[in-house]
């Protein structure tokens, strides 16, 4: 039986380096999150916490030979002392606002939709970086949060136009250093 939505890795890039990306978004599945913050219901501030959340929050979905793969993180949840409400932590670190996917991930669409229609922006992320978005999503993305306000700056690589500042997320430690790290050891990565 064919699931026509289910992908599986295709890379025009070198295996490898969508491996690489695999890797450090891995980095981040089980982490805990979810910072205090005052009750949605009350406004108070007096909390105490209530667990994890028993699904966890999806950072993003990576295409490979096995189909997809996601990476979640776990939602710290609070109870408002006062009104006895249970709620989710602050995301705000890790997620803009209504989004299903992490905040570079969403970045990444918003800076290749640029240059490309959503259908293609969907095919490069499977294609180039081994990540899931559909296209319809894509659209909404650059509906509610396009244009892209991050640096344009990419790298050329075997005609693929890779996002510096989502490589600079991946790799990197912090501005221009990382870009350094990006492109200088591409001889490792690709
Ligand atoms: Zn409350």
Redesign the pocket.
Known sequence: MQHPSEKHADPTLSPGFVHAVHDQLLRYDGMRAGSERP?P????TTLRKNGYQAAGKTFARLVTDDGFETVTLEVQLYE?K????SFQGDLSEFFYADCAYARPIVDLCLFHVVDHSCQSVERILGQWYGLQVDRDTIERYDQRHGPLSTPREHVSVDGSELSVPFLAFLFGESGAESHQFAVSRHTALW
Do not use: D, L, T, V
């Not at 219901?41 to 108070?44: E, F, K, T, V």
């Open positions: 009750c219901g009350c406004a108070a408002c006062q009104c006895g409400r």
